[in-house]
């Protein structure tokens, strides 16, 4: 690992408790709303709190953290609870992932949906419980949401830059579902692409995991349009190769440095850069297991192993690591073609930079 992606390691451990410290005094204010409500509310409020706080990298926030100082900007408590914000909308994205994928837990806790769906059974209550944690979940997700919404608009910045930033965000999230439904077609298509694939990886993990953070941070301490421009250049390929290097750890990763079974792809049948190049390279015999064990929610450990093997042999794993370090380096070019731009604070450029590496170099 290169000195300046231990260093971003070592700076995105630190700002991981900033951020946390704020989540929990804005859930402790929106926790006294609730109140106000009924007991139900503060009940399903804490419950957004578990899945908001219950671990990640906060790697979205410390995006928007550091890109702000990258272009100049000074008012950190501000800009630390747009920080928080976009992890709230991570949350909510993540609740919805849950049911949509019919998850069990979250980072060691039970779902949201799986929660009120064990509610509903315990209390026997009327109608269908699987359909009751769902509806439950989705609502508790938009809260979520527009609790981060209202954040960034009320945070202490010029009102034309929390207009632009917001312009931004909000089109970068109508790409992010752009992406997701895409995701979910690729999983039932017979047919796919390498640039299916990538597509999806570009409109969910690229916009949403790099590109949106990078600029709500830049835009709300004044960048300009063409600065946004070569971010992007950074940011696309980057977010690219997180997503990849995500999905490798997805199927081999160490589920106790994780946090996340590493079968739980293969069983979800998701469709992976992996997972392609496995059908592309692979016996008619190879294809046959992928199309048996690929979303099979009671694969055998046996049988997800006989589907890392098959990545293994058909070159599928190293073409992916390949397919990561390169988009990795062309994120790296793009900073470097703009050292011309004295506009850039170092420290913001050094954590961009090194966290380049540090995404591919992890193993969890």
Request: charge should be negative; charged fraction near 30%; aromatic fraction near 8%.
């Amino acid at each position: 690992m290169t000195p300046k992606a231990i260093k971003a390691k070592e700076n995105l451990s630190e700002f991981k408790v900033k951020v946390e410290d704020e989540l929990e005094k804005i859930f402790k204010d929106e926790i006294e709303i609730a109140k106000e409500f009924t007991p139900y509310a503060v009940d399903y409020i804490n419950e957004l709190k578990n899945v908001t706080l219950a671990g990640g990298k906060r790697l979205r926030a410390a995006f928007v953290y550091y890109t702000y100082i990258m272009h100049g900007g000074n008012k950190l408590d501000e800009i630390l609870r747009v920080c928080a914000a976009i992890e709230l909308i991570h949350a909510f994205f993540l609740v919805e992932d849950d049911f949509m994928d019919e998850a069990e837990t979250r980072r060691g806790y039970p779902t949201i949906h799986r929660t009120y769906e064990e509610m509903h059974e315990k209390n026997d209550y009327k109608k269908d419980s699987h359909h009751f944690g769902n509806t439950i979940a989705v609502n508790v997700g938009i809260i979520g949401d527009h609790m981060a919404l209202n954040l960034v608009n009320n945070a202490n910045f010029a009102p034309e830059l929390i207009i632009k930033a917001m312009n931004r965000l909000n089109r970068q999230v109508i790409t992010t579902g752009h992406g997701q439904i895409h995701d979910v077609l690729n999983e039932v298509r017979s047919e796919l692409t390498e640039q299916d694939i990538i597509n999806v990886l570009h409109w969910k993990t690229g916009i949403y995991t790099y590109d949106n953070p990078i600029h709500i941070g830049a835009i709300l301490a004044g960048a300009n349009d063409s600065e946004l421009k070569d971010l992007s250049r950074y940011a696309v390929p980057g977010g690219v190769a997180f997503q990849i290097q995500d999905d490798i750890l997805g199927s081999f990763g160490d589920e106790s440095k994780t946090g996340k079974s590493a079968s739980s792809d293969i069983k979800e049948g998701k469709q992976t850069l992996l997972t392609f190049k496995a059908y592309d390279e692979g016996t008619e015999e190879d294809r046959q297991v992928l199309d048996e064990v690929l979303g099979d929610m009671d694969a055998t450990d046996e049988d997800i192993d006989s589907v890392r093997e098959i990545f293994l042999r058909t070159g599928a794993l190293e073409y992916s690591k390949a397919k990561a370090l390169e988009l990795v380096h062309e994120a790296k070019d793009a900073l470097a073609n703009n050292q011309q731009n004295g506009n850039w604070n170092q420290e913001g450029r050094d954590f961009l930079e090194g966290i380049a590496d540090y995404m591919i170099d992890r193993d969890l």
